[in-house]
């Protein structure tokens, strides 16, 4: 192979990689961290939600007690996925939600059971 061949193939494969790498993390900008950091209050008004880079915690509005901790991730554009163990029960959970808009979340968790968070501020 020609020294001329190599050094395109080479550059359509650093094109490609880079083109990749933009398109997922455009898509962690868009959705995830840090777009979503922020307080966000549950649809029942139990309790509020911290969000912080990836990582949250559930605080009861109440006593101010953590009721929940967990992490969330961003799985496409629109579409986070948040994990939980409930400080009580010690049981951990999963739902997948949907950001209908930028300040709010509709979320189903893994036993069918639905929530929204909406951004406060």
Request: aromatic share 6%.
């Amino acid at each position: 192979m020609s020294m001329r061949i190599k050094n395109w193939t080479l550059g359509v494969i650093a094109v490609g990689a880079m083109s990749f790498l933009a398109a997922c993390q455009n898509a962690k900008d868009i959705a995830g961290p840090p777009v979503l950091n922020g307080n966000w209050a549950s649809s029942d008004g139990v309790y509020v939600a911290q969000l912080l880079n990836g990582q949250f915690k559930a605080v009861a509005n109440d006593t101010g007690n953590v009721i929940s901790e967990g992490s969330y991730i961003a799985l496409a554009e629109n579409e986070i996925q948040l994990s939980w163990v409930g400080r009580i029960s010690g049981k951990s959970n999963q739902a997948e939600c949907l950001k209908s808009d930028p300040n709010q979340l509709d979320c189903v968790d893994v036993n069918g059971n639905k929530f929204s968070l909406r951004r406060s501020l």
